[in-house]
DNA sequence: CGTTGATTTGACCCTAATCAACTTAGGTGG
DNA sequence: CCACCTAAGTTGATTAGGGTCAAATCAACG
């Protein structure tokens, strides 16, 4: 697993297109080791524990943050449940889409390691600098696609499809991330899973036990996922397969 | 309802956060009238008939859209049902969040008058115009943050609260654009608002009359609604009076 | 090894999907 | 302007799938 933060110090923006299926072109650096120096200057590097709350919704929006390691979710409770946005990952960006105060609320699914990058020097930064502009702007177009994803996800009406399609999605991320794909792996836990795929805790559950029975799956543990039958596996998940 | 397009000749580009309750902004051009001849002299203007197909999921993508006037649906085929992404009125852009190819197919929901701006063209201007790009971010973070509210909204699991969101949305929007608010107007089917919430056509029919049952609104024809009950209506829709 | 939180499972209920019949609203052509 | 046609929307009857609540396991950690 090829990881870029190591080669070279500072903030790491990755962008790839995770979702074409047979498509698994590798995630690239947005940023030049010139952009990353400068922002690694007025970045600090903060660490989260598992569980650790990061920002809230609401909270004065005072500094972007930029994984280095971990996973992070970003969620919003609302009529009292609480829904996941998005998982957040290496290179990933969080605390952008707002101005003035976080949109989401943010929490660690994993210990997280983060480079903290101040709003004022960032902005300071952009104005300077043609070039990440451009950079944010292919991001920003890619988490874009992401929520319209995810809501094509939500907008499934079959349990089984959505867990499908979500097990899709991380097994299309771990590959453009470059990682071994013969197990899909879960960071997060069932609570947010669900949270995240607009059903109950119990719901989900099911539907993992009914992939599982039907063989299309197996799972060596809580976070551990094999596919066992790749044809009904993407019958459930890919539209290719569902319009005929 | 004042249209800024009128005064000055251009493409057109507007933001404001709709989502806030009680805080109505009113929505403002980001583009400068200079940033607007220049984009002016690359674009053509473009009619589309209502019901008309404009893009297609797919397409090379060669130019954007902004709206002049009209509504325009972004939707995809998924699975044999037809999704809809997202509703676009005047100023928003379409076919940004695509590289290459369009993700979504679009069709106007009413007669749509627009530029349409050349892709290559574009990006040459971009390239010397450091403006534009801060523009497009702020542009593309208020398009994320409507994905992500979208998401939400397919999150809910009563029909009725999913209706009132949009409905709430719908009149937020109306009044982002200084257009009056006594009725809210649904320029678009019923079929692409059920598509909209993951919702059957029936289902979303039936949600309708729940509410005009219950009086909380009230329609005079298919396209005007009037919300008679307002602290139900909010209790529906609004995080704020669920979280109690 | 016990305690706590996470996950699974079960029983029951309710909502929205489905399928289908029916009504309405918009066009079209006479 | 009206009769007709078609697409859009409504309504009804039925059913399947997920919600809800609660009990039972399981897993992690001290």
Redesign the pocket.
């Known amino acids: 697993m090829p990881d870029e933060t190591k080669r070279t110090a500072g903030p790491a923006i990755y962008a790839v297109d995770p979702w074409v299926p047979g498509k698994p072109r590798v995630r690239h650096q947005l940023l030049s080791d010139d952009e990353r120096a400068l922002l690694a200057k007025i970045a600090s590097i903060v660490r989260f524990k598992k569980g650790e709350h990061i920002y809230d919704d609401g909270d004065a929006a005072d500094a972007v943050f930029n994984i280095i390691s971990g996973v992070v979710i970003a969620h919003r409770a609302f009529a009292e449940v609480e829904h996941v946005m998005s998982f957040l990952y290496q290179g990933d960006l969080l605390g952008l889409s707002e101005e003035g105060h976080y949109s989401n609320a943010a929490r660690a699914a994993t210990a997280v390691v983060a480079y903290k990058i101040p709003l004022p020097a960032l902005r300071r930064i952009l104005d300077n600098n043609a070039d990440l502009d451009l950079d944010l702007i292919v991001k920003l177009c890619e988490d874009l696609r992401a929520a319209q994803r995810h809501a094509l996800v939500l907008a499934q009406?079959?349990?089984?499809t959505k867990l499908a399609m979500f097990l899709e999605l991380q097994e299309h991320l771990q590959l453009a991330r470059g990682e071994p794909v013969l197990e899909i792996y879960l960071p997060m836990?069932?609570?947010s899973i669900a949270a995240y795929l607009?059903?109950?805790?119990?719901?989900?559950?099911?539907?993992?036990?009914t992939l599982v029975s039907k063989q299309i799956i197996s799972s060596r543990?809580?976070y551990h996922i094999k596919i066992l039958d790749r044809n009904a596996f993407n019958r459930l998940a890919d539209a290719r397969f569902n319009e005929t």
Chains 1, 2 share one sequence.
């Open positions: 009406k079959r349990a089984t836990d069932r609570t607009g059903l109950t805790l119990a719901a989900l559950s099911r539907a993992f036990r543990n809580r």
